[in-house]
Nanobody, 123 residues
Framework: QVQLVESGGGSVQAGGSLRLSCAAS????????MAWFRQAPGKERERVAI????????WYADSVKGRFAISQDSAKNTVYLHMNGLKPEDAAMYYC????????????????WGQGTQVTVSS
């Protein structure tokens, strides 16, 4: 079974930066999409960014385009979310997720989920 462990969350001032990490292990079958989701209290869970490990292509929510960047390491077993220009509305629990189907992450679903890492942004 795939295990995903997030790290790097914390509290920052508005305009600051954080880098989240997601370490994946234990996978036997191909993972064809990995994603970052977030959920703030009282709000729906939303897609933030997706990366397709096979070719490195990416997708971003409109709300984070130009500010966030998703990347993967050369072994394709660790995914990062570089967050710049953080805004108070970015505060949420951030979850790493992985999917076996190519399109499952884009649909807002996944097969495997991390435990979440909290991001707080103060003004």
């Amino acid at each position: 079974q795939v295990q995903l462990v997030e790290s790097g969350g914390g509290s920052v001032q508005a305009g600051g930066s954080l880098r989240l990490s997601c370490a994946a292990s234990g996978y036997t079958y191909p993972i064809n999409c990995m994603a970052w989701f977030r959920q703030a209290p009282g709000k729906e869970r939303e897609r933030v960014a997706i990366i397709y490990p096979d070719d490195g292509s990416t997708w971003y929510a409109d709300s984070v385009k130009g500010r966030f960047a998703i990347s993967q390491d050369s072994a394709k077993n660790t995914v990062y979310l570089h967050m710049n220009g953080l805004k108070p509305e970015d505060a949420a629990m951030y979850y790493c997720a992985a999917g076996r189907a190519l399109n499952i992450c884009y649909k807002g679903r996944a097969d495997y989920w991390g435990q979440g890492t909290q991001v707080t942004v103060s003004s």
